[in-house]
Structure formats: structure tokens, C-alpha cells
């Protein structure tokens, strides 16, 4: 699912070179989506490049080739607030208070999960839109949990390989709002987007740090990254 920027991004470089074979400059495409910068132009376009909607041609300036278009079933994604929803686990209801000359009734079985909701997708690589609608459950162990509320989300992308975390995982993201310093975190981009890197702060700068040499580490204000949780666990399917 591509974020409404990223969505309008694509049309605009696909209908363009639809009618004139030649991709919008940068100054183009900042003016077109009313961005202040074409800062904001560059991580969008890798951001569908990463995502495998449009590749950059080597060598040649303005070279942007569009290799396909979103599902026409679904729209650009509506990023707002996370609605916070009360973490509920299973409680296992004891027999005390059972009349004397009643037999005991069996024991209840201890429950083998806990279900956690599923929030949508998280980018390991280039932020995507995340934090989504929750929509069904992952049922986790209970050992795998810390105390407080969690939510899992799917990886997409590869810039966490080193830290064993692989595209297609499920994350388990013990809710917070600030992280130690080398925590795995999933933080709010700019009130747009979200993404999981390990974080990094130093004065009033915050860096966002790939497991991936291939990703470069990111720089960011103090008001420019909210951590929205911090690693708990991970899920596999083999």
C-alpha cells in the first residue's frame, strides 16, 4: 500500500511520460505535490524505487522508469493517529468459592497464546506507510511478551538482515514513546511515515541506523521522530 504523497508521485511520473516519453523534473514534482523542498521529492522516489515501482536509470539525468502500478482496488493509504486499543490478554477464571460438598471442577487449561493485534506493515528499508487499522490477530506465547500493551507488524524490506530480522517476519512492538539508545524502535517519520531501525541519539540530533551497509543512516531533528515502541520479540514462518 503506498502512502497518498507516494501514490500521487507515481501517477504524476506515469502519466507524464505517458504524453511526453520525458519524467517531470524534480522542481516539477516538488511544485506539483506542494512539497517546501525536493528533499521531500528524493525519499519519495526511493521510496517507490525500494518498493519496486520505479526504477532510476544509471547515467542519465531525469531517467525514471515506471515497472508498475498499484492494484487498482487499493487506493493510496490514509495516514492519521493510531488509535491506541487496550491491550486485553486471556484470563484463565480460578474455582474459588465452590460449595464444600461440590467435587472440584477440572482445572482450566493454561492458555497456549495470547493474541496480539496485527497494525499493518512496517519498512525495514525506505519508511512506508504503517500503524495501519488493526484488522486480525497474531497469537504469540505468552513468554514472548513483556509487561504493558503490543502490537506486531509485517517487515518489508531488508535493511534489518544483520540484526536477524528478514523480509516477511512479524515483529512484536511493546508500545513506548522513548528508547534507550540502541534499541530496535518503530518510529513515526514526520508524522507521515513509519519505519524499524535502531536508534541513536546525540544532542538535540536523533539517527535512525539501518543493519544493512547498503542503507545509509539517517539524520533527523528532535521534533522530527516520535517512537512509537520498541522490539519485543519476532515471528517466523518457514
Do not use: C
Amino acid at each position: 500500500m503506498l502512502t497518498a504523497k507516494q501514490h500521487e508521485l507515481l501517477m504524476l511520473i506515469h502519466d507524464r511520460l505517458k504524453e511526453t516519453g520525458v519524467p517531470p523534473s524534480f522542481e516539477e514534482m516538488k511544485e506539483a505535490l506542494d512539497l517546501r523542498s525536493k528533499s521531500g521529492i528524493h525519499r519519495l522516489i526511493t521510496a517507490l524505487e525500494e518498493r519496486g515501482f520505479i526504477r532510476r536509470l544509471p547515467h542519465r539525468a531525469r531517467a525514471l522508469e515506471v515497472l508498475k502500478m498499484p492494484d487498482s482496488s487499493a487506493g493510496p493509504a490514509v495516514m492519521g493517529k493510531p488509535e491506541r486499543k487496550p491491550f486485553n490478554p486471556s484470563v484463565i477464571q480460578g474455582s474459588r468459592g465452590m460449595a464444600e460438598d461440590k467435587a472440584p471442577a477440572p482445572a482450566a487449561p493454561v492458555a497456549a497464546t495470547i493474541d496480539v493485534p496485527m497494525m499493518g506493515r512496517i519498512a525495514a528499508g525506505v519508511p512506508i506507510a504503517a500503524i495501519q487499522d488493526h484488522t486480525t490477530n497474531v497469537p504469540v506465547p505468552p513468554d514472548m511478551l513483556r509487561p504493558g500493551e503490543h502490537f506486531a507488524l509485517e517487515v518489508n524490506g531488508d535493511s534489518m538482515i544483520e540484526a536477524g530480522i528478514l523480509d516477511g517476519d512479524t515483529v512484536l512492538i511493546r508500545k513506548a514513546d522513548t528508547a534507550r539508545n540502541g534499541e530496535i524502535v518503530v518510529a513515526l517519520v514526520e508524522d507521515e511515515e513509519a519505519t524499524l531501525k535502531r536508534l541513536w541519539r546525540k544532542g538535540d540530533s536523533i539517527a535512525l541506523e539501518a543493519a544493512n551497509p547498503s542503507y545509509e543512516t539517517r539524520i533527523f531533528g528532535p521534533d522530527q521522530v516520535q517512537v512509537q515502541g520498541t522490539l519485543a520479540g519476532l515471528l517466523r514462518r518457514y
